[in-house]
């Protein structure tokens, strides 16, 4: 006898003017349907999208994607799982940067957690974007794991050089995918940084990720997917997509008791101000 399978979930409820902060729709795992993908992030009304390069590849795969819609915007990184592929990659993401259309440097930072390149090469790979994107005058998109006190440290030395070279009303860069606990994205605000949260915070037993959406300012978060990865409830388990920042949203906006439309605002927003892109009104096409 065959096994019963279970219901789909069924689709995001609608939320207007929401951003995905930090998405990946480059992914394998995301090509096949990717029309159909973007689609229904517009569907949900997603009012942009953040396409996140990781590589030399997805740096430009982000900015072809980019380019196929107003609402999307791409930025140019080498994540610290290909911090070794320095010395061959920077050469060519510095040109893709400097020929234009890239919002943020990154992602970048320190992963101690998988440790696929050595933690010198990290530190290197992150010390080159930093100076990269306070040379192009660019926000950073910072992933730190397993590495919260070494990333903090290496970021608080710049930002005391480099001050809020984007202006005292507009942050340096967003701590993507934050899991750190309160007091640390405190810390994090203190320097200049967005807190950007992920999927995660809706699953049951995560109260130090429950709090920091709680507790932090509205006009210093951002909420992301990081797609294909980290998919929220009811979805968990599949992949995620951009779509489904929507819940994440409404769930913060649950916590804090508000309504998911002043979340979605306030994030987009946020987003719009961090990476220098002008919101596009719900329902507006190109």
Avoid at 127 to 150: C, F, G, K, T, Y
């Amino acid at each position: 006898m065959s096994k019963k399978k279970k219901p789909l979930a069924p689709p995001p409820a609608p939320l207007p003017g929401v951003v995905d902060a930090h998405a990946h729709t480059w992914d394998a795992q995301l090509q096949p349907d990717h029309a159909e993908v973007i689609e229904r992030a517009w569907n949900t009304g997603l009012a942009a999208i953040v396409q996140v390069g990781c590589d030399l590849r997805t740096t430009l795969a982000s900015h072809e994607i980019a380019s196929t819609d107003h609402r999307m915007y791409a930025t140019a990184g080498l994540h610290p799982h290909s911090a070794s592929d320095l010395a061959e990659e920077r050469e060519p993401i510095e040109a893709a940067v400097a020929s234009g259309g890239y919002v943020a440097i990154g992602e970048t930072g320190l992963d101690f957690y998988r440790n696929l390149s050595p933690p010198q090469e990290q530190h290197a790979a992150l010390h080159w974007q930093l100076d990269l994107a306070r040379r192009h005058d660019l926000p950073v998109v910072i992933h730190s794991r397993n590495a919260d006190e070494e990333c903090f440290e290496v970021l608080r030395q710049w930002a005391s050089e480099v001050g809020r070279y984007l202006g005292a009303d507009r942050e340096i860069g967003m701590m993507h995918c934050f899991a750190g606990d309160l007091e640390l994205a405190e810390r994090y605000m203190d320097l200049g940084f967005s807190i950007s949260i992920p999927g995660p915070v809706t699953f049951p037993g995560n109260d130090r990720g429950q709090l920091v959406a709680r507790s932090i300012p509205l006009e210093r978060m951002l909420v992301e997917t990081d797609c294909p990865y980290l998919t929220p409830l009811p979805w968990r388990g599949r992949r995620n997509e951009p779509a489904y920042v929507a819940e994440t949203a409404r769930f913060v906006a649950s916590l804090r008791g508000i309504d998911a439309t002043e979340v979605a605002r306030h994030t987009a927003e946020n987003a719009a101000r961090l990476f220098g892109f002008s919101l596009t009104s719900p329902g507006e096409t190109a």
